[in-house]
């Protein structure tokens, strides 16, 4: 089964249609990148999946089921949404992590209020903290922070920021991983770290989307990419048939120009 | 010298009403602030107007006008009994929430939207976002901006003196009347800056508090 799939999602802006109905899907355990230029509508894509926008109109399925219908003339519910939202995770390109808690913190804060929810919460709450407690230092540990747990965001390198908030999103166990442009707030020679992160997960068998301009990145480490542009997938297929032979012509000229810069 | 101990004791008499009033009115400026502030945020025009024409009001208008109108305003209109102090407390509650709801709108709106983003792709609730993320980060914003509000609120509970309640400026007055001495008045303004001075010294604490972070 699919563990995520997209139908004819469209999205407009006032006048300005971003997307015109983006189609695709993923199985479990795979790793999806999509390049385009800006303004291919990339970014809202990730941000209408995860329900930071509402698309207009077209499906949205997990694990096969339907968790957003644009014909339904219901609207969702804000606990709707947030069900939605937990499925997946989103790792933004400026961090945004807490700057008020620590790494360890950041990253235990959303495990400890759903805690909350759980119906043996009250009787066992000092083994659940005690749990979560010792899986977010897992996390941390897994991201190569195990020194820096206690330090600040503003202690943290911009590397390490996004280590945080990559520790912070997989934390809740999403289904699917988002990651829209993780490393171009980066400068250049903090990007590796980030990326042998992202490829460590992809080992894992993480499931994940990555919205990204490294090609040669994506290249690596996706067993399917897909290009955008002007609001609707043009190309998609394995990164031989994307990146090495692609079909269309903007395919072509974006990578060029990727190659010429 | 026994004039100088009955002026002291007398002041010090008005010093515990002036921190009546300023106790009482953090205590529910602060709240109200809030829910003001909300209010004048609101996308809900029926709301957003009547509080943003309240805030203008209030704020357009001196706090003295504003205790007669709630000193006398009830006499005025046949209401008898209504304690000056309940007035007092209604002016002092209503002006500072208004100057506290601007302070906080400006640090909410202040905070960037990729905070609010980051706590709802975390599946957390709108009011978990604000309370356990932004409000935090609110506070430690509008820390200066609070600090110059509450030590004018300390000088403005001085205005209470003009529908008689007996607070530090109104006891030093009173020995102009009864001593024709003039000094006690003099006098009153070390209490207003012992009153301050306490005040600066337990911002500059919270603020080296929440100096452990940026942002």
């Known amino acids: 089964m699919k563990i995520l799939e997209i139908k004819n999602l469209r999205k407009s802006f006032g006048k300005t249609e971003v ?46 089921k339907c968790i957003y219908d644009g014909a339904s003339t219901k609207k969702l519910t804000a606990a709707q949404i947030r069900e939605n939202q937990l499925h997946f995770g989103l790792v933004f390109q400026s961090f945004n992590l ?41 996390l941390l540990t897994r991201v190569g922070l195990a020194d820096r747990m206690n330090n600040y965001p503003c202690e943290l390198s911009g590397g390490q920021q996004q280590r ?15 990651f829209d442009e993780p490393t171009s707030a980066l400068d250049p020679e903090l990007t590796g770290e980030i990326l042998r992160v992202i490829r460590d997960l992809a ?21 399917r990419i897909i290009f955008m542009a002007d609001g609707v997938v043009l190309e998609d297929g394995t990164p031989e048939e994307v990146i090495d032979n692609p079909k269309c012509a903007k395919t072509r000229a974006f990578l060029q120009k990727l190659n010429e810069n | 010298m026994s004039i100088f101990i009955t002026v002291t004791l007398s002041l010090l008499e008005g010093l515990l009403t002036t921190f009546k009033i300023f106790a009482l009115t953090l205590l529910m400026a602060l709240p109200l602030g809030l829910i003001i502030s909300f209010g004048s945020m609101s996308k809900i025009k029926v709301i957003k107007w009547p509080i943003k024409t309240l805030i203008w009001v209030i704020r357009g208008t ?19 009994g209504m304690d000056t102090f309940v007035a007092v407390m209604i002016a002092f509650v209503l002006n500072y929430a208004c100057y506290f709801s601007e302070i906080f709108r400006g640090g909410i709106e202040g905070i960037p939207k990729g905070q609010y983003e980051a706590g709802a792709v975390l599946g957390l609730k709108k009011s978990q976002i604000f309370f356990k993320i932004i409000l935090m980060q609110v506070v430690k914003r509008i820390i200066p901006p609070m600090s110059n509000e509450f030590l004018t609120l300390v000088k403005d509970t001085s205005l209470a003196n003009t529908i008689m309640i007996y607070e530090i400026t109104w006891n030093a007055k009173r020995f102009m009347n009864s001593e024709h001495i003039l000094w006690p008045l003099f006098y009153s303004g070390v209490f207003y800056l012992g009153f301050c001075g306490i005040l600066t010294l337990i911002f500059g604490y919270i603020e080296k508090k929440l100096d452990y972070y940026k942002g």
């Open chain 1, 19 to 64: 997307l015109k109905g983006v189609s695709f899907s993923m199985e479990k355990g795979q790793v999806l990148s999509i390049i385009g230029s800006s303004g291919s509508g990339k970014t809202t894509l990730l941000r209408s999946i995860n329900f930071l926008e509402e698309a207009d109109c077209g499906e949205i399925y997990v694990d096969g």
């Open chain 1, 98 to 138: 807490f700057p008020q808690y620590s790494a360890l913190e950041n990253v235990m804060l959303a495990p400890k209020l759903l805690a909350k929810e759980r119906p043996d919460f009250k009787h066992n709450k000092k083994e659940i903290y005690a749990q979560i407690e010792e899986e977010a230092k897992a």
């Open chain 1, 164 to 178: 945080v908030s990559i520790a912070r999103a997989l934390a809740l166990n999403p289904k699917v991983l988002f």
């Open chain 1, 203 to 223: 080992s894992k068998d993480v499931t994940m989307v990555i919205v990204t301009h490294e090609i040669d990145f994506a290249r690596n480490v996706s067993d």
């Open chain 2, 62 to 80: 001196p706090l003295m006008l504003q205790l007669i109108v709630f000193g006398f305003g009830p006499g005025l209109l046949g209401i008898d």
